[in-house]
């Protein structure tokens, strides 16, 4: 069967290795920014959410990289696959980085996303409505236009991400990484050394291609345990993940408790 999405499954690294992004702005510079009606690194990317978008104002500019921390099961990857798609959508495209869910289930969800359709009924081919079967195709046809790019492998590395992004023919707006914990870190001595050298390698990443970074990462479970509200505090196996990103999302279901799995 035709895929709707494409797929790119390279499960190689080649070892290129990055740079700190730099650039130089004198007065004339500096003072020039936002007169020019061309997009620069300012103008917002908008997710499709427009109560989030209105949160982040400037959180969503070129460049930037946003965490998406939850618990198992809590949504992550369905919020960032509306993210993605939104940009394959209205902006200069997306890039999404699986290493948990393959390309069929991808398209499962998308699709369901785009027709209001639930995946069950695509996957068996049953509708519960008469007008199901022609929302589905036009969401198929739709699809098709979107400038989406799924790229799943099991063991992603930074360099791969680098590899894949830069060899694009145009970089898209969003890169979605989901999910951090799931990545080969280079040689570390600890996880959490390992979790602080990749977040910190796609931050550079981002710097460097203008690419809005949407990156999962996975929480403690102490959050669960304690029943509250998620911290910055509970993001898994380093502390660095927070301060190398511009904006944390976490997620949260109120009122529930223990593992969602």
């Given amino acids: 069967d035709r895929s709707d999405v494409q797929v790119w499954a390279r499960g190689y690294a080649d070892g290129l290795a990055g740079s700190e ?8 510079d500096l003072a020039a920014v936002g007169e020019s009606d061309a997009p620069d690194e300012a103008d917002p990317i908008r997710s499709g959410f427009g109560e989030l978008d209105g949160l982040l104002g400037l959180g ?3 460049g930037s990289v946003i965490i998406v921390g939850a618990r198992p099961s809590a949504g992550k990857t369905s919020l960032m696959l509306d993210w993605a798609s939104h940009a394959a959508r209205h902006g200069d495209g997306a890039l999404f980085f699986s290493m948990e869910i393959k390309d069929r289930q991808i398209g499962f969800r998308i699709l369901a996303q785009t027709s209001g359709v639930p ?3 695509l996957v068996e081919r049953r509708y519960s409505d008469s007008g199901a079967a022609a929302r589905v195709a036009l969401a198929r046809e739709d699809m098709r236009t979107r400038r989406f790019t799924l790229d799943y492998t099991a063991r992603v590395t ?3 991400v ?4 830069t060899s694009r023919p145009s970089l898209p707006s969003v890169v979605v990484v989901d999910y951090l914990q799931l990545m080969q870190p280079a040689v570390a001595k600890t996880p ?6 990749l977040s910190r390698e796609l931050k550079i990443l981002a710097q ?3 690419c809005l970074f949407v990156v999962g990462s996975q929480l403690n479970r102490e959050c669960e ?14 502390g660095n993940i927070e301060e190398h990103a511009d904006v944390v999302i976490l997620l949260h279901w109120p009122g529930t408790s223990g593992d969602p799995d």
Avoid: F, Q, W
Wanted: hydrophobic residues 25%; charged residues 45%; aromatic residues 2%.
């Fill in 192 to 197: 959490n050394e390992g979790i602080g050298r």
């Fill in 119 to 121: 995946v069950r009924e």
């Fill in 21 to 28: 992004a730099r650039s130089m702005a004198d007065a004339e």
């Fill in 158 to 160: 930074a360099d791969h």
């Fill in 225 to 238: 345990r304690d029943n509250r509200e998620p911290r910055k505090s509970d993001l898994r196996d380093s």
């Fill in 162 to 165: 680098r590899y894949v992004l």
């Fill in 60 to 62: 969503c500019s070129r």
């Fill in 208 to 210: 460097e291609t203008g």
